[in-house]
């Protein structure tokens, strides 16, 4: 199967997963507005911040592994294939174990109420809803280990409906329990459901195509350790975007108060959901940068990357350029009037996504080969830099406008950065790179013009 029609099958999966997106990030947020009100949704976002910081306790392992699996797959080394998801599987289920005694001693001890600074919940269901939110956080993060079969066949595709679908279910439960006043704690179990089935459906798929059983004969001390520096530079990755993520909700609650940071918030995920929209074609294309790279196929790593790169610059202005007309409709009419616009932060933050846009797309040539370290300790130091730039200014001018400023200097330091280490790992100078941006150009607006000319035929 050609690169390009796999990467067309996973761009298409990932729109799916737009949607669902656009139902959690976008659709559902006037609904717990509506009946939760501002106050407990803030304890919802507090709630969620801070289990989804968890999801960095694998310690990047599952990524590195999943890589590593698509390499040596493609190099047909079948038996380190099977002793790398055995040890995937085993180190998630242990960390887990771990987490789960811990967070029950500290329920049980202090309680995460005050922890959390929770004002709305009771005790019983801000501990017992964090428990339940970060076993799905594992749950997840086990069904992932799957995810090296599915890449290394070409079947990312069908991983990511699954997940989507899983992700679905999930928010369906969650739209029902809300409007109808379920019970959080019952909520939450229900909640469980899709992603323990999400597991099974994985397990039975992957196993038809790589047959594989957890068993502790298959874990090999050599292997593991093999992976130990990749896979803790991969999780400087997930502690940076946590940092970014839930440091900032924090960093504005403290400063500027709930009220504020609700908008800050919903600001922050409308124009986030856009940069998944962009970051879509990255996702699609990191599962054939890798088994390129396990080929030792440089060339169309080159194509695929610097292709990509061009039509997310693209794509990302041109998004940006309606935004700045009707963003400020769309919002109003997504939160129904009920939280204030501010148009200067919406603006900052458009420029913001521009800059974080272009990184992502350049980070996939380290992500996807393994070759990261470098890449994820420069993003680790720009997020906490991001964060603690934004906590003194806000602490000396306390205005939400004023944080896309620090935000657009840290993206666009990494972005070049970025730029910079992928040239010396494809062996391109900057000059060259500027050579290949412009015939990739051209290849780009011929084979527009192509299908343009096609398309007319057909009419």
Request: proline content about 2%.
């Amino acid at each position: 199967m050609s690169v390009y029609k796999t990467i067309a099958k996973n761009f298409a999966a990932n729109s799916f997963g737009l949607g669902v997106n656009f139902l959690n990030q976008i659709a559902m947020v006037p609904l717990f507005i509506t009946h939760w009100g501002v106050d407990k949704y803030a304890d919802w976002i507090l709630i969620t911040a801070f289990s989804t910081f968890f999801g960095m306790t694998d310690m990047g392992l599952n990524r590195a592994s999943n890589n590593e699996f698509v390499i040596k797959y493609q190099q047909k080394d079948y038996l380190t294939c099977i002793k790398l998801q055995t040890n995937a599987f085993l180190f998630v289920l242990s960390v887990f174990a771990v987490f789960m005694i811990v967070s029950i001693f500290i329920s049980v001890t202090w309680g995460f109420k005050d922890l959390l600074s929770v004002k709305v919940f009771s005790e019983t269901e801000t501990s017992v809803a964090f428990i339940l939110l970060l076993s799905e956080v594992f749950l997840t993060m086990y069904g992932r280990v799957y995810h090296g079969v599915f890449r290394a066949t070409s079947r990312t595709h069908i991983a990511i409906v699954i997940d989507n679908v899983v992700r679905l279910a999930v928010l369906l439960i969650l739209f029902f329990g809300i409007f109808f006043k379920i019970d959080l704690i019952l909520l939450l179990i229900m909640y469980l459901i899709p992603t323990a089935a999400g597991i099974l459906f994985k397990h039975y798929y992957s196993t038809r195509i790589f047959d594989i059983k957890l068993s502790i004969e298959n874990f090999d001390i050599g292997v593991f350790k093999s992976l130990i520096k990749p896979s803790l530079a991969f999780m400087m990755f997930p502690l940076g975007q946590a940092v970014s993520s839930q440091g900032l909700v924090f960093v504005v609650n403290t400063m500027l108060g709930p009220s504020v940071l609700v908008a800050f918030t919903t600001t922050r995920t409308l124009v986030n959901f856009l940069r998944q929209l962009m970051n879509m074609l990255s996702t699609s294309i990191n599962p054939e940068i890798c088994a390129a790279y396990g080929r030792n196929d440089t060339r169309t790593m080159i194509d695929i990357y610097y292709r990509s790169l061009l039509v997310t610059f693209a794509s990302t202005l041109a998004s940006i350029i309606v935004l700045l007309f009707v963003g400020e409709f769309i919002y109003h009419e997504w939160t129904k009037g009920a939280i204030i616009f501010n148009g200067a932060f919406f603006t900052g933050m458009l420029f913001v996504l521009l800059v974080s846009c272009l990184w992502g797309m350049s980070s996939v040539i380290p992500l996807a080969t393994n070759t990261h370290e470098r890449f994820t300790i420069a993003f680790l130091i720009s997020q906490v830099a991001g964060v603690a730039l934004c906590f003194l200014l806000l602490k000396a001018y306390p205005r939400m406008e004023l944080i896309p400023s620090v935000l657009v200097f840290t993206e666009l330091a990494l972005f070049l950065y970025t730029l910079s280490e992928n040239n010396k790992f494809l062996n391109i100078s900057f000059r060259k790179m500027y050579i290949e941006l412009w015939l990739q150009t051209k290849f780009l607006f011929l084979k527009g013009m192509q299908m343009i000319h096609v398309v007319n035929y057909e009419k």
